[in-house]
């Protein structure tokens, strides 16, 4: 896209924190809550069904978002130091987009683990893909397909993920962090085995879901490589910070909860 374009189009240029970012932001919240107020006093069930088709529109949309990177030639040049696309490179791998395959699974079998990992990664995972966008995600107009792709699917990965809680489906407890600690670590270490195994079959030779084979410059996982230096371990300093995290969310949840309480007293 050549400079002219870009700059006809300025007004709908996205970047991490501009204004755009916070109207698009502003927007998908608002979804949130006008959808959380419709569905206060519908059956659990009823919620579930929404959440689960939710992420059905997402996965149907990552596929249409993905196929439109794989036909974008700005898309193969910006990216060209990595390898350029391949499918096998964009599977719904990562922290943020593996929560579309979790979250269904989560609400319908109610297992506090997988609750709790969804409700505490999904929006983590995602708002971390939103500020630190990859090569061809920042800069350029959103109307693009590969912009409205990314930042639609993360948003909606946001904003679905906390339904889990606005919805009433799930309440934070303290004594969910050890296991859910316990399944970021299971969920990493199976992704890093399908990095190790696309790696050595060449079908990705570059697979990095989750971060777990190289650090691509992030300066935390630097940090973390120079303590542990081999692949995989250098992530578990993270599960400390996320345990922190956890903990802080919980808390607030606690007291707010605990607040109310006195108040009825």
Avoid: Q
Avoid at 2 to 14: N, P
Avoid at 48 to 62: D, G, N, W
Avoid at 114 to 119: K, N, P
């Amino acid at each position: 896209m050549d400079m002219t374009s870009l700059s006809g189009s300025a007004g709908w240029i996205m970047v991490p924190f501009n204004a755009l970012f916070w109207a698009v932001f502003a927007v998908f919240l608002l979804i949130l809550v006008a959808v959380s107020l419709v569905m206060r006093r519908r059956s659990d069930r009823a919620k579930r069904k929404l959440i689960t088709a939710s992420c059905v529109l997402m996965m149907v949309s990552f596929v249409a978002y993905k196929y439109c990177l794989s036909i974008d030639p700005d898309f193969d040049r910006l990216t060209a130091a990595m390898g350029g696309f391949n499918w096998w490179g964009e599977l719904p791998l990562h922290l943020c987009n593996i929560n579309m395959l979790l979250m269904p699974v989560a609400v319908w079998s109610r297992k506090r683990s997988l609750l709790s990992f969804c409700f505490f990664l999904g929006p983590l995972g995602a708002l971390m893909a939103l500020a630190m966008p990859s090569a061809g995600f920042s800069g350029f107009p959103l109307y693009l397909p590969r912009m409205l792709g990314y930042y639609g699917i993360h948003f909606m990965i946001v904003i679905t993920a906390l339904a889990i809680v606005t919805f009433g489906l799930y309440r934070p407890r303290f004594r969910d962090l050890p296991v859910t600690a316990l399944t970021v670590l299971l969920v990493a270490l199976a992704v890093f085995g399908i990095n190790m195994l696309l790696r050595s079959t060449g079908l990705h030779p570059k697979a990095n879901y989750f971060y777990s084979v190289e650090t691509e410059g992030n300066f935390l996982l630097e940090l973390f490589h120079s303590w542990l230096p081999w692949p995989f371990l250098y992530l578990l300093p993270c599960i400390l910070i996320l345990g922190v995290y956890m903990a802080a969310i919980t808390l607030g949840f606690h007291l707010t909860e605990r607040r109310g309480k006195d108040k009825k007293k």
